[in-house]
């Protein structure tokens, strides 16, 4: 986690910062690392269905869920000084994946005593064209 200016809300690229440490965690297989981005009461909105903290973190039980990733086209949306909306474009591969995918990520952050948690996310799947 990391310490930003509570009088101002949060640049970009610290957020973005942030949610690169929760992607990382997936291609390294750091549960740990994970588990302390992610808030107690973490909701995830996935292609597959709903999913908290637990079954996020869960999913690191075999290995890393990923093999690489590249987050581009961010874009924030203060809510509140302590309250802010990422949203972005995630291509990414799977261990042994022969195939980039693609989705369009919303994660939303707060500052909960002085520390920023991931406390949703929703993913959805980008159609080739």
Do not use: C
């Not at 994946?97 to 949703?120: D, G, P, Q, Y």
Request: no cysteine.
């Amino acid at each position: 986690m990391q310490n930003i200016d509570s009088n101002s809300p949060p640049s970009l690229n610290e957020i973005l910062g942030l949610e690169k440490r929760v992607w990382t965690a997936l291609v390294e297989g750091d549960a740990q690392a994970d588990r302390a981005l992610l808030s107690p009461d973490f909701l995830g909105v996935h292609p597959t269905g709903f999913a908290n903290r637990d079954d996020h973190v869960g999913q690191f039980a075999n290995a890393p869920t990923m093999a690489s990733f590249e987050l581009s086209e961010a874009q924030l949306r203060v809510l509140t000084n302590d309250v802010v909306l990422l949203s972005y474009r995630a291509d990414y591969e799977r261990p042994g994946a022969v195939m980039t995918e693609v989705m369009l990520i919303s994660s939303l952050w707060e500052k909960r005593h002085e520390v920023w948690v991931n406390s949703f996310s929703q993913d959805t799947p980008l159609e080739r064209q």
